[in-house]
C-alpha cells in the first residue's frame, strides 16, 4: 500500500515568511508525528497527533511553530515568520494506534526540506 | 548524558564480515526499541523492532536486547556493499509518550 507521503519535497524561503508543509500519512494509521532533522543532527520530535488531538506538543522549539490534523488523516505543519536556524528536513511518520508494542513502529516519509535564505 | 547514545562511527567492515551495531539507554523503564537505516538524503528506514530481552533475526538482521544492562545492538551478517548507511536507534520509554527518542546514529561502511 501507498506509504507516509510529504509535500512540497523542497521548499525555499526568505527569512520572515511562513511556510506550510503537509503530510498524509499511511491509510489507517492514526497516529501521527512530526520530528526534524538538521544537517548531521538527529532526529528532533516536534509533534504527536492521535487523531485531531495533539497530546504531545513538547517538541514544538517555540510559539513560531504550530501543527493540525484534520479528519485524522492529512497533517499541516505551519512555521510562521521562519528564522534560518529553522533550515532543516522536516519529517512527518505514521503508525498504527493503540497500545500493543507493534503500535509504536513508526513510518517515515521522504521528508521536506526548508531552506530559509 | 544523552538518552540514547551510539557511536558516530565510521564503522568500516569487509563485504561479508558481521557489523556490530550498539546503543545503550538511560530510560530503565523504556520499552519499545527499534533500529532504522538511514541513506544519505533519504529518510529513515524502519528495520527491526525488539520488545522483550533476547534476540531477534529477520534475514541478515538480529536485533539483540538487554534491559538489564540497558544495551541494544543490531547485528548484520554477510554485510553487503548496499548496507553502507546511517543506523539509528530508536526508543520509546515507557511513560505513556509515543515520541521515539534517536540517537545520533552510526555511520557502517561496507568495503567491497
Known amino acids: 500500500g501507498a506509504g507516509v507521503s510529504q509535500s512540497p519535497s523542497n521548499k525555499v524561503t526568505e527569512k520572515g515568511k511562513d511556510v506550510e508543509l503537509r503530510c498524509d500519512p499511511i491509510s489507517g494509521h492514526t497516529a501521527l508525528y512530526w520530528y526534524r532533522q538538521s544537517l548531521g543532527q538527529g532526529l528532533e520530535f516536534l509533534i504527536y497527533f492521535q487523531g485531531n488531538s495533539a497530546p504531545d506538543k513538547s517538541g514544538l522549539p517555540s510559539d513560531r511553530f504550530s501543527a493540525e490534523r484534520t479528519g485524522g488523516s492529512v497533517s499541516t505543519l505551519t512555521i510562521q515568520r521562519t528564522q534560518q536556524e529553522d533550515s532543516a528536513v522536516y519529517l512527518c511518520a505514521s503508525s498504527l494506534g493503540g497500545g500493543a508494542f507493534s503500535s509504536y513502529e513508526q513510518y517515515f516519509g521522504p521528508g521536506t526540506r526548508l531552506t530559509v535564505t | 548524558q544523552k538518552e540514547v547514545e551510539q557511536n558516530s562511527g565510521p564503522l568500516s567492515v569487509p563485504e561479508g564480515a558481521i557489523a556490530s551495531l550498539n546503543c545503550t539507554y538511560s530510560?530503565?523503564?523504556?520499552?519499545?526499541f527499534f533500529w532504522y537505516r538511514q541513506y544519505s538524503g533519504k529518510s529513515p528506514e524502519l528495520i527491526m523492532s525488539i520488545y522483550s530481552n533476547g534476540d531477534k533475526e529477520d534475514g541478515r538482521f538480529t536485533a539483540q536486547l538487554n534491559k538489564a544492562s540497558q544495551y541494544v545492538s543490531l547485528l548484520i551478517r554477510d554485510s553487503q556493499p548496499s548496507d553502507s548507511a546511517t543506523y539509528l536507534c530508536?526508543?520509546?520509554?515507557?511513560?505513556?509518550?509515543?515520541?521515539?527518542?534517536f540517537g545520533s546514529g552510526t555511520r557502517l561502511q561496507v568495503q567491497p
Open positions: 530510560d530503565r523503564g523504556s520499552q519499545s
Open positions: 530508536a526508543v520509546n520509554p515507557y511513560t505513556g509518550r509515543r515520541a521515539l527518542t
